[in-house]
């Protein structure tokens, strides 16, 4: 028996005080959080209170880089490990400083049950050089000095929450903002237009405007929203995928932060359109500190009467937006993985077809669509598809927001038409002599 596990008693009462209904995910999130872990022995208790097989539980937690099974420490530090933002500096070696400095042995809890510090995979915050989480919040900018100050934070006990405000705040840098960044937060203004339009008129708008998915693939919104909207069924459902894992990629975040509002109204307008009832956001585990900030906006649309029963006045108009936190599963950015991951279960991707848009969430049609391509289709809306169609080229129209960061003055987000040439963007950012540079994404660019 391990002496630092919690006793059941505990474990019993937190699950207690918990709606049946929270997602298996959240319970598990809460546990780790109160306990420092999941122990073995809550696993039957958590299935029970859930109604859910206690394998199912059992995978869900062994799949999740985040959960744990023995204690981890009261602090749990995990270093990013991504090339841009690791700790791998011309200093040195940060990760082996930081476990110096508190006596820590490779990824095994301390002793005394106060600290644990592990590698994590890129945690979204490349532009803010070195970073880390601690008990799941963001840390960033950290250098040798630093992690000095961090660890006598840590042996003195002093709470997260009065640590140095800078280190905790994650601000958003828009080097160069364009068509969607430069517009104006939507407010219903977009559902209204909607609900002038019909399914019929937003479809065309949709398809007159050239959009494609921001997600990587590049598929047609329109066509998407069509395919999904025409697969007979009793519910259909809109997903926004927020799982933002790819290393270097944190426009999402930045999306998520500045912009939560036309995001929202994004996921309405394609609920208008699909006759959907339910929409869901799939936030990354390592973005989980904009929770409070997304359940505001949420809370606030829904007294604005953006979201709920007879949005803008319509009596058949009906839509709400859950948000559900990812644990550290890179896989689960892949859409059918996060629909499994939705549904309670292993992020474990789908054989397809059948596709979402007809065999998605508990097996009804559901539109993914990634926090961009939300955000670009209420602007659309907004603005009307020209507006959009005179932005880039004639095959790929519109804006793209690119992730730059690495060895350059001004890492951050860029938003350029499409067609815009690298040596223009590797000169705005400040890339005087750059040796290789890493492409995400698939926009086609001029010979
Ligand atoms: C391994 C893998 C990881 C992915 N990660 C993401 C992700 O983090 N965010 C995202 O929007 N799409 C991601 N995708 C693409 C999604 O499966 C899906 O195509 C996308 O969310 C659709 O949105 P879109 O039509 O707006 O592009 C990933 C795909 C694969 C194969």
């Known amino acids: 028996m391990n002496p630092l596990l919690p006793d059941m008693q505990q474990t019993?009462?937190?699950?207690?005080?918990?709606?049946?209904?929270?997602?298996?995910?959240?319970?598990?999130?809460?546990?780790?959080?109160?306990?420092?872990?999941?122990?073995?022995?809550?696993?039957?208790?958590?299935?029970?209170?859930?109604?859910?097989?206690?394998?199912?539980?059992?995978?869900?937690?062994?799949?999740?880089?985040?959960?744990?099974?023995?204690?981890?420490?009261?602090?749990?530090?995990?270093?990013?490990?991504?090339?841009?933002?690791?700790?791998?500096?011309?200093?040195?070696?940060?990760?082996?400083?930081?476990?110096?400095?508190?006596?820590?042995?490779?990824?095994?809890?301390?002793?005394?049950?106060?600290?644990?510090?592990?590698?994590?995979?890129f945690i979204g915050m490349c532009d803010h050089g070195p970073s880390l989480l601690v008990n799941g919040l963001p840390v960033s900018g950290m250098d040798m000095e630093k992690?000095?100050?961090?660890?006598?934070?840590?042996?003195?006990?002093?709470?997260?929450?009065?640590?140095?405000a800078e280190w905790m705040r994650i601000s958003e840098r828009i080097r160069l903002p364009g068509l969607l960044l430069q517009a104006a937060q939507l407010k219903g203004e977009a559902v209204q237009t909607g609900l002038r339009l019909g399914a019929a008129g937003i479809l065309h708008e949709l398809?007159?405007?050239?959009?494609?998915?921001?997600?990587?693939?590049?598929?047609?919104?329109?066509?998407?929203?069509?395919?999904?909207?025409?697969?007979?069924?009793?519910?259909?459902?809109?997903?926004?995928?927020?799982?933002?894992?790819?290393?270097g990629t944190f426009k999402d975040r930045a999306l998520l932060h500045l912009h939560a509002d036309t995001l929202f109204e994004g996921m309405t307008l394609s609920a208008l359109c699909l006759n959907a009832q339910h929409g869901f956001l799939y936030l990354r585990g390592e973005y989980r500190y904009l929770l409070p900030h997304l359940l505001d906006v949420l809370a606030q649309r829904r007294q604005q009467g953006l979201l709920g029963k007879n949005i803008l006045g319509h009596a058949d108009f009906a839509f709400d937006i859950e948000i559900v936190?990812?644990?550290?599963?890179?896989?689960?950015?892949?859409?059918?993985?996060?629909?499994?991951?939705?549904?309670?279960?292993?992020?474990?991707?789908?054989?397809?077809?059948?596709?979402?848009?007809?065999h998605g969430y508990l097996g009804y049609p559901t539109a993914v669509n990634n926090v961009e391509t939300f955000l670009a289709a209420a602007q659309i809306l907004r603005h009307g598809s020209e507006w959009f169609r005179n932005c880039g080229t004639a095959q790929s129209s519109g804006s793209k927001l690119l992730s730059i960061s690495g060895d350059c003055a001004r890492p951050g987000i860029y938003e350029y038409p499409y067609g815009t040439r690298l040596a223009q963007i590797l000169q705005d950012c400040g890339a005087?002599?750059?040796?290789?540079?890493?492409?995400?994404?698939?926009?086609?660019?001029?010979?």
Not at 37 to 42: F, Q
Not at 69 to 95: E, W
Not at 328 to 350: D, F, Q, T, W
């Open 432 to 447: 005087d002599q750059p040796q290789a540079v890493q492409l995400g994404g698939g926009c086609r660019h001029p010979a």
């Open 12 to 121: 019993l009462a937190l699950l207690d005080n918990m709606q049946p209904d929270t997602h298996l995910l959240h319970v598990l999130h809460a546990l780790q959080e109160a306990l420092q872990c999941i122990p073995p022995a809550a696993v039957p208790a958590i299935a029970g209170k859930l109604g859910l097989p206690i394998s199912q539980v059992q995978a869900v937690i062994e799949f999740h880089a985040f959960f744990h099974q023995s204690p981890r420490g009261q602090y749990r530090i995990l270093f990013s490990n991504c090339p841009q933002c690791g700790f791998q500096v011309a200093g040195g070696n940060l990760l082996q400083h930081l476990r110096s400095l508190l006596h820590v042995k490779g990824d095994a809890t301390r002793e005394d049950g106060r600290v644990s510090i592990a590698e994590t995979s």
């Open 147 to 164: 992690l000095d100050l961090l660890a006598i934070l840590i042996e003195r006990q002093t709470p997260v929450s009065s640590w140095p």
């Open 325 to 358: 936190v990812g644990a550290g599963a890179y896989i689960c950015g892949e859409e059918s993985a996060l629909i499994e991951s939705l549904e309670g279960k292993r992020g474990i991707p789908r054989v397809r077809p059948p596709f979402p848009v007809t």
């Open 207 to 247: 398809q007159q405007s050239g959009l494609r998915g921001r997600g990587g693939a590049g598929f047609g919104t329109a066509q998407k929203w069509l395919m999904t909207r025409d697969a007979q069924a009793a519910k259909h459902y809109v997903v926004c995928n927020a799982d933002e894992g790819e290393p």
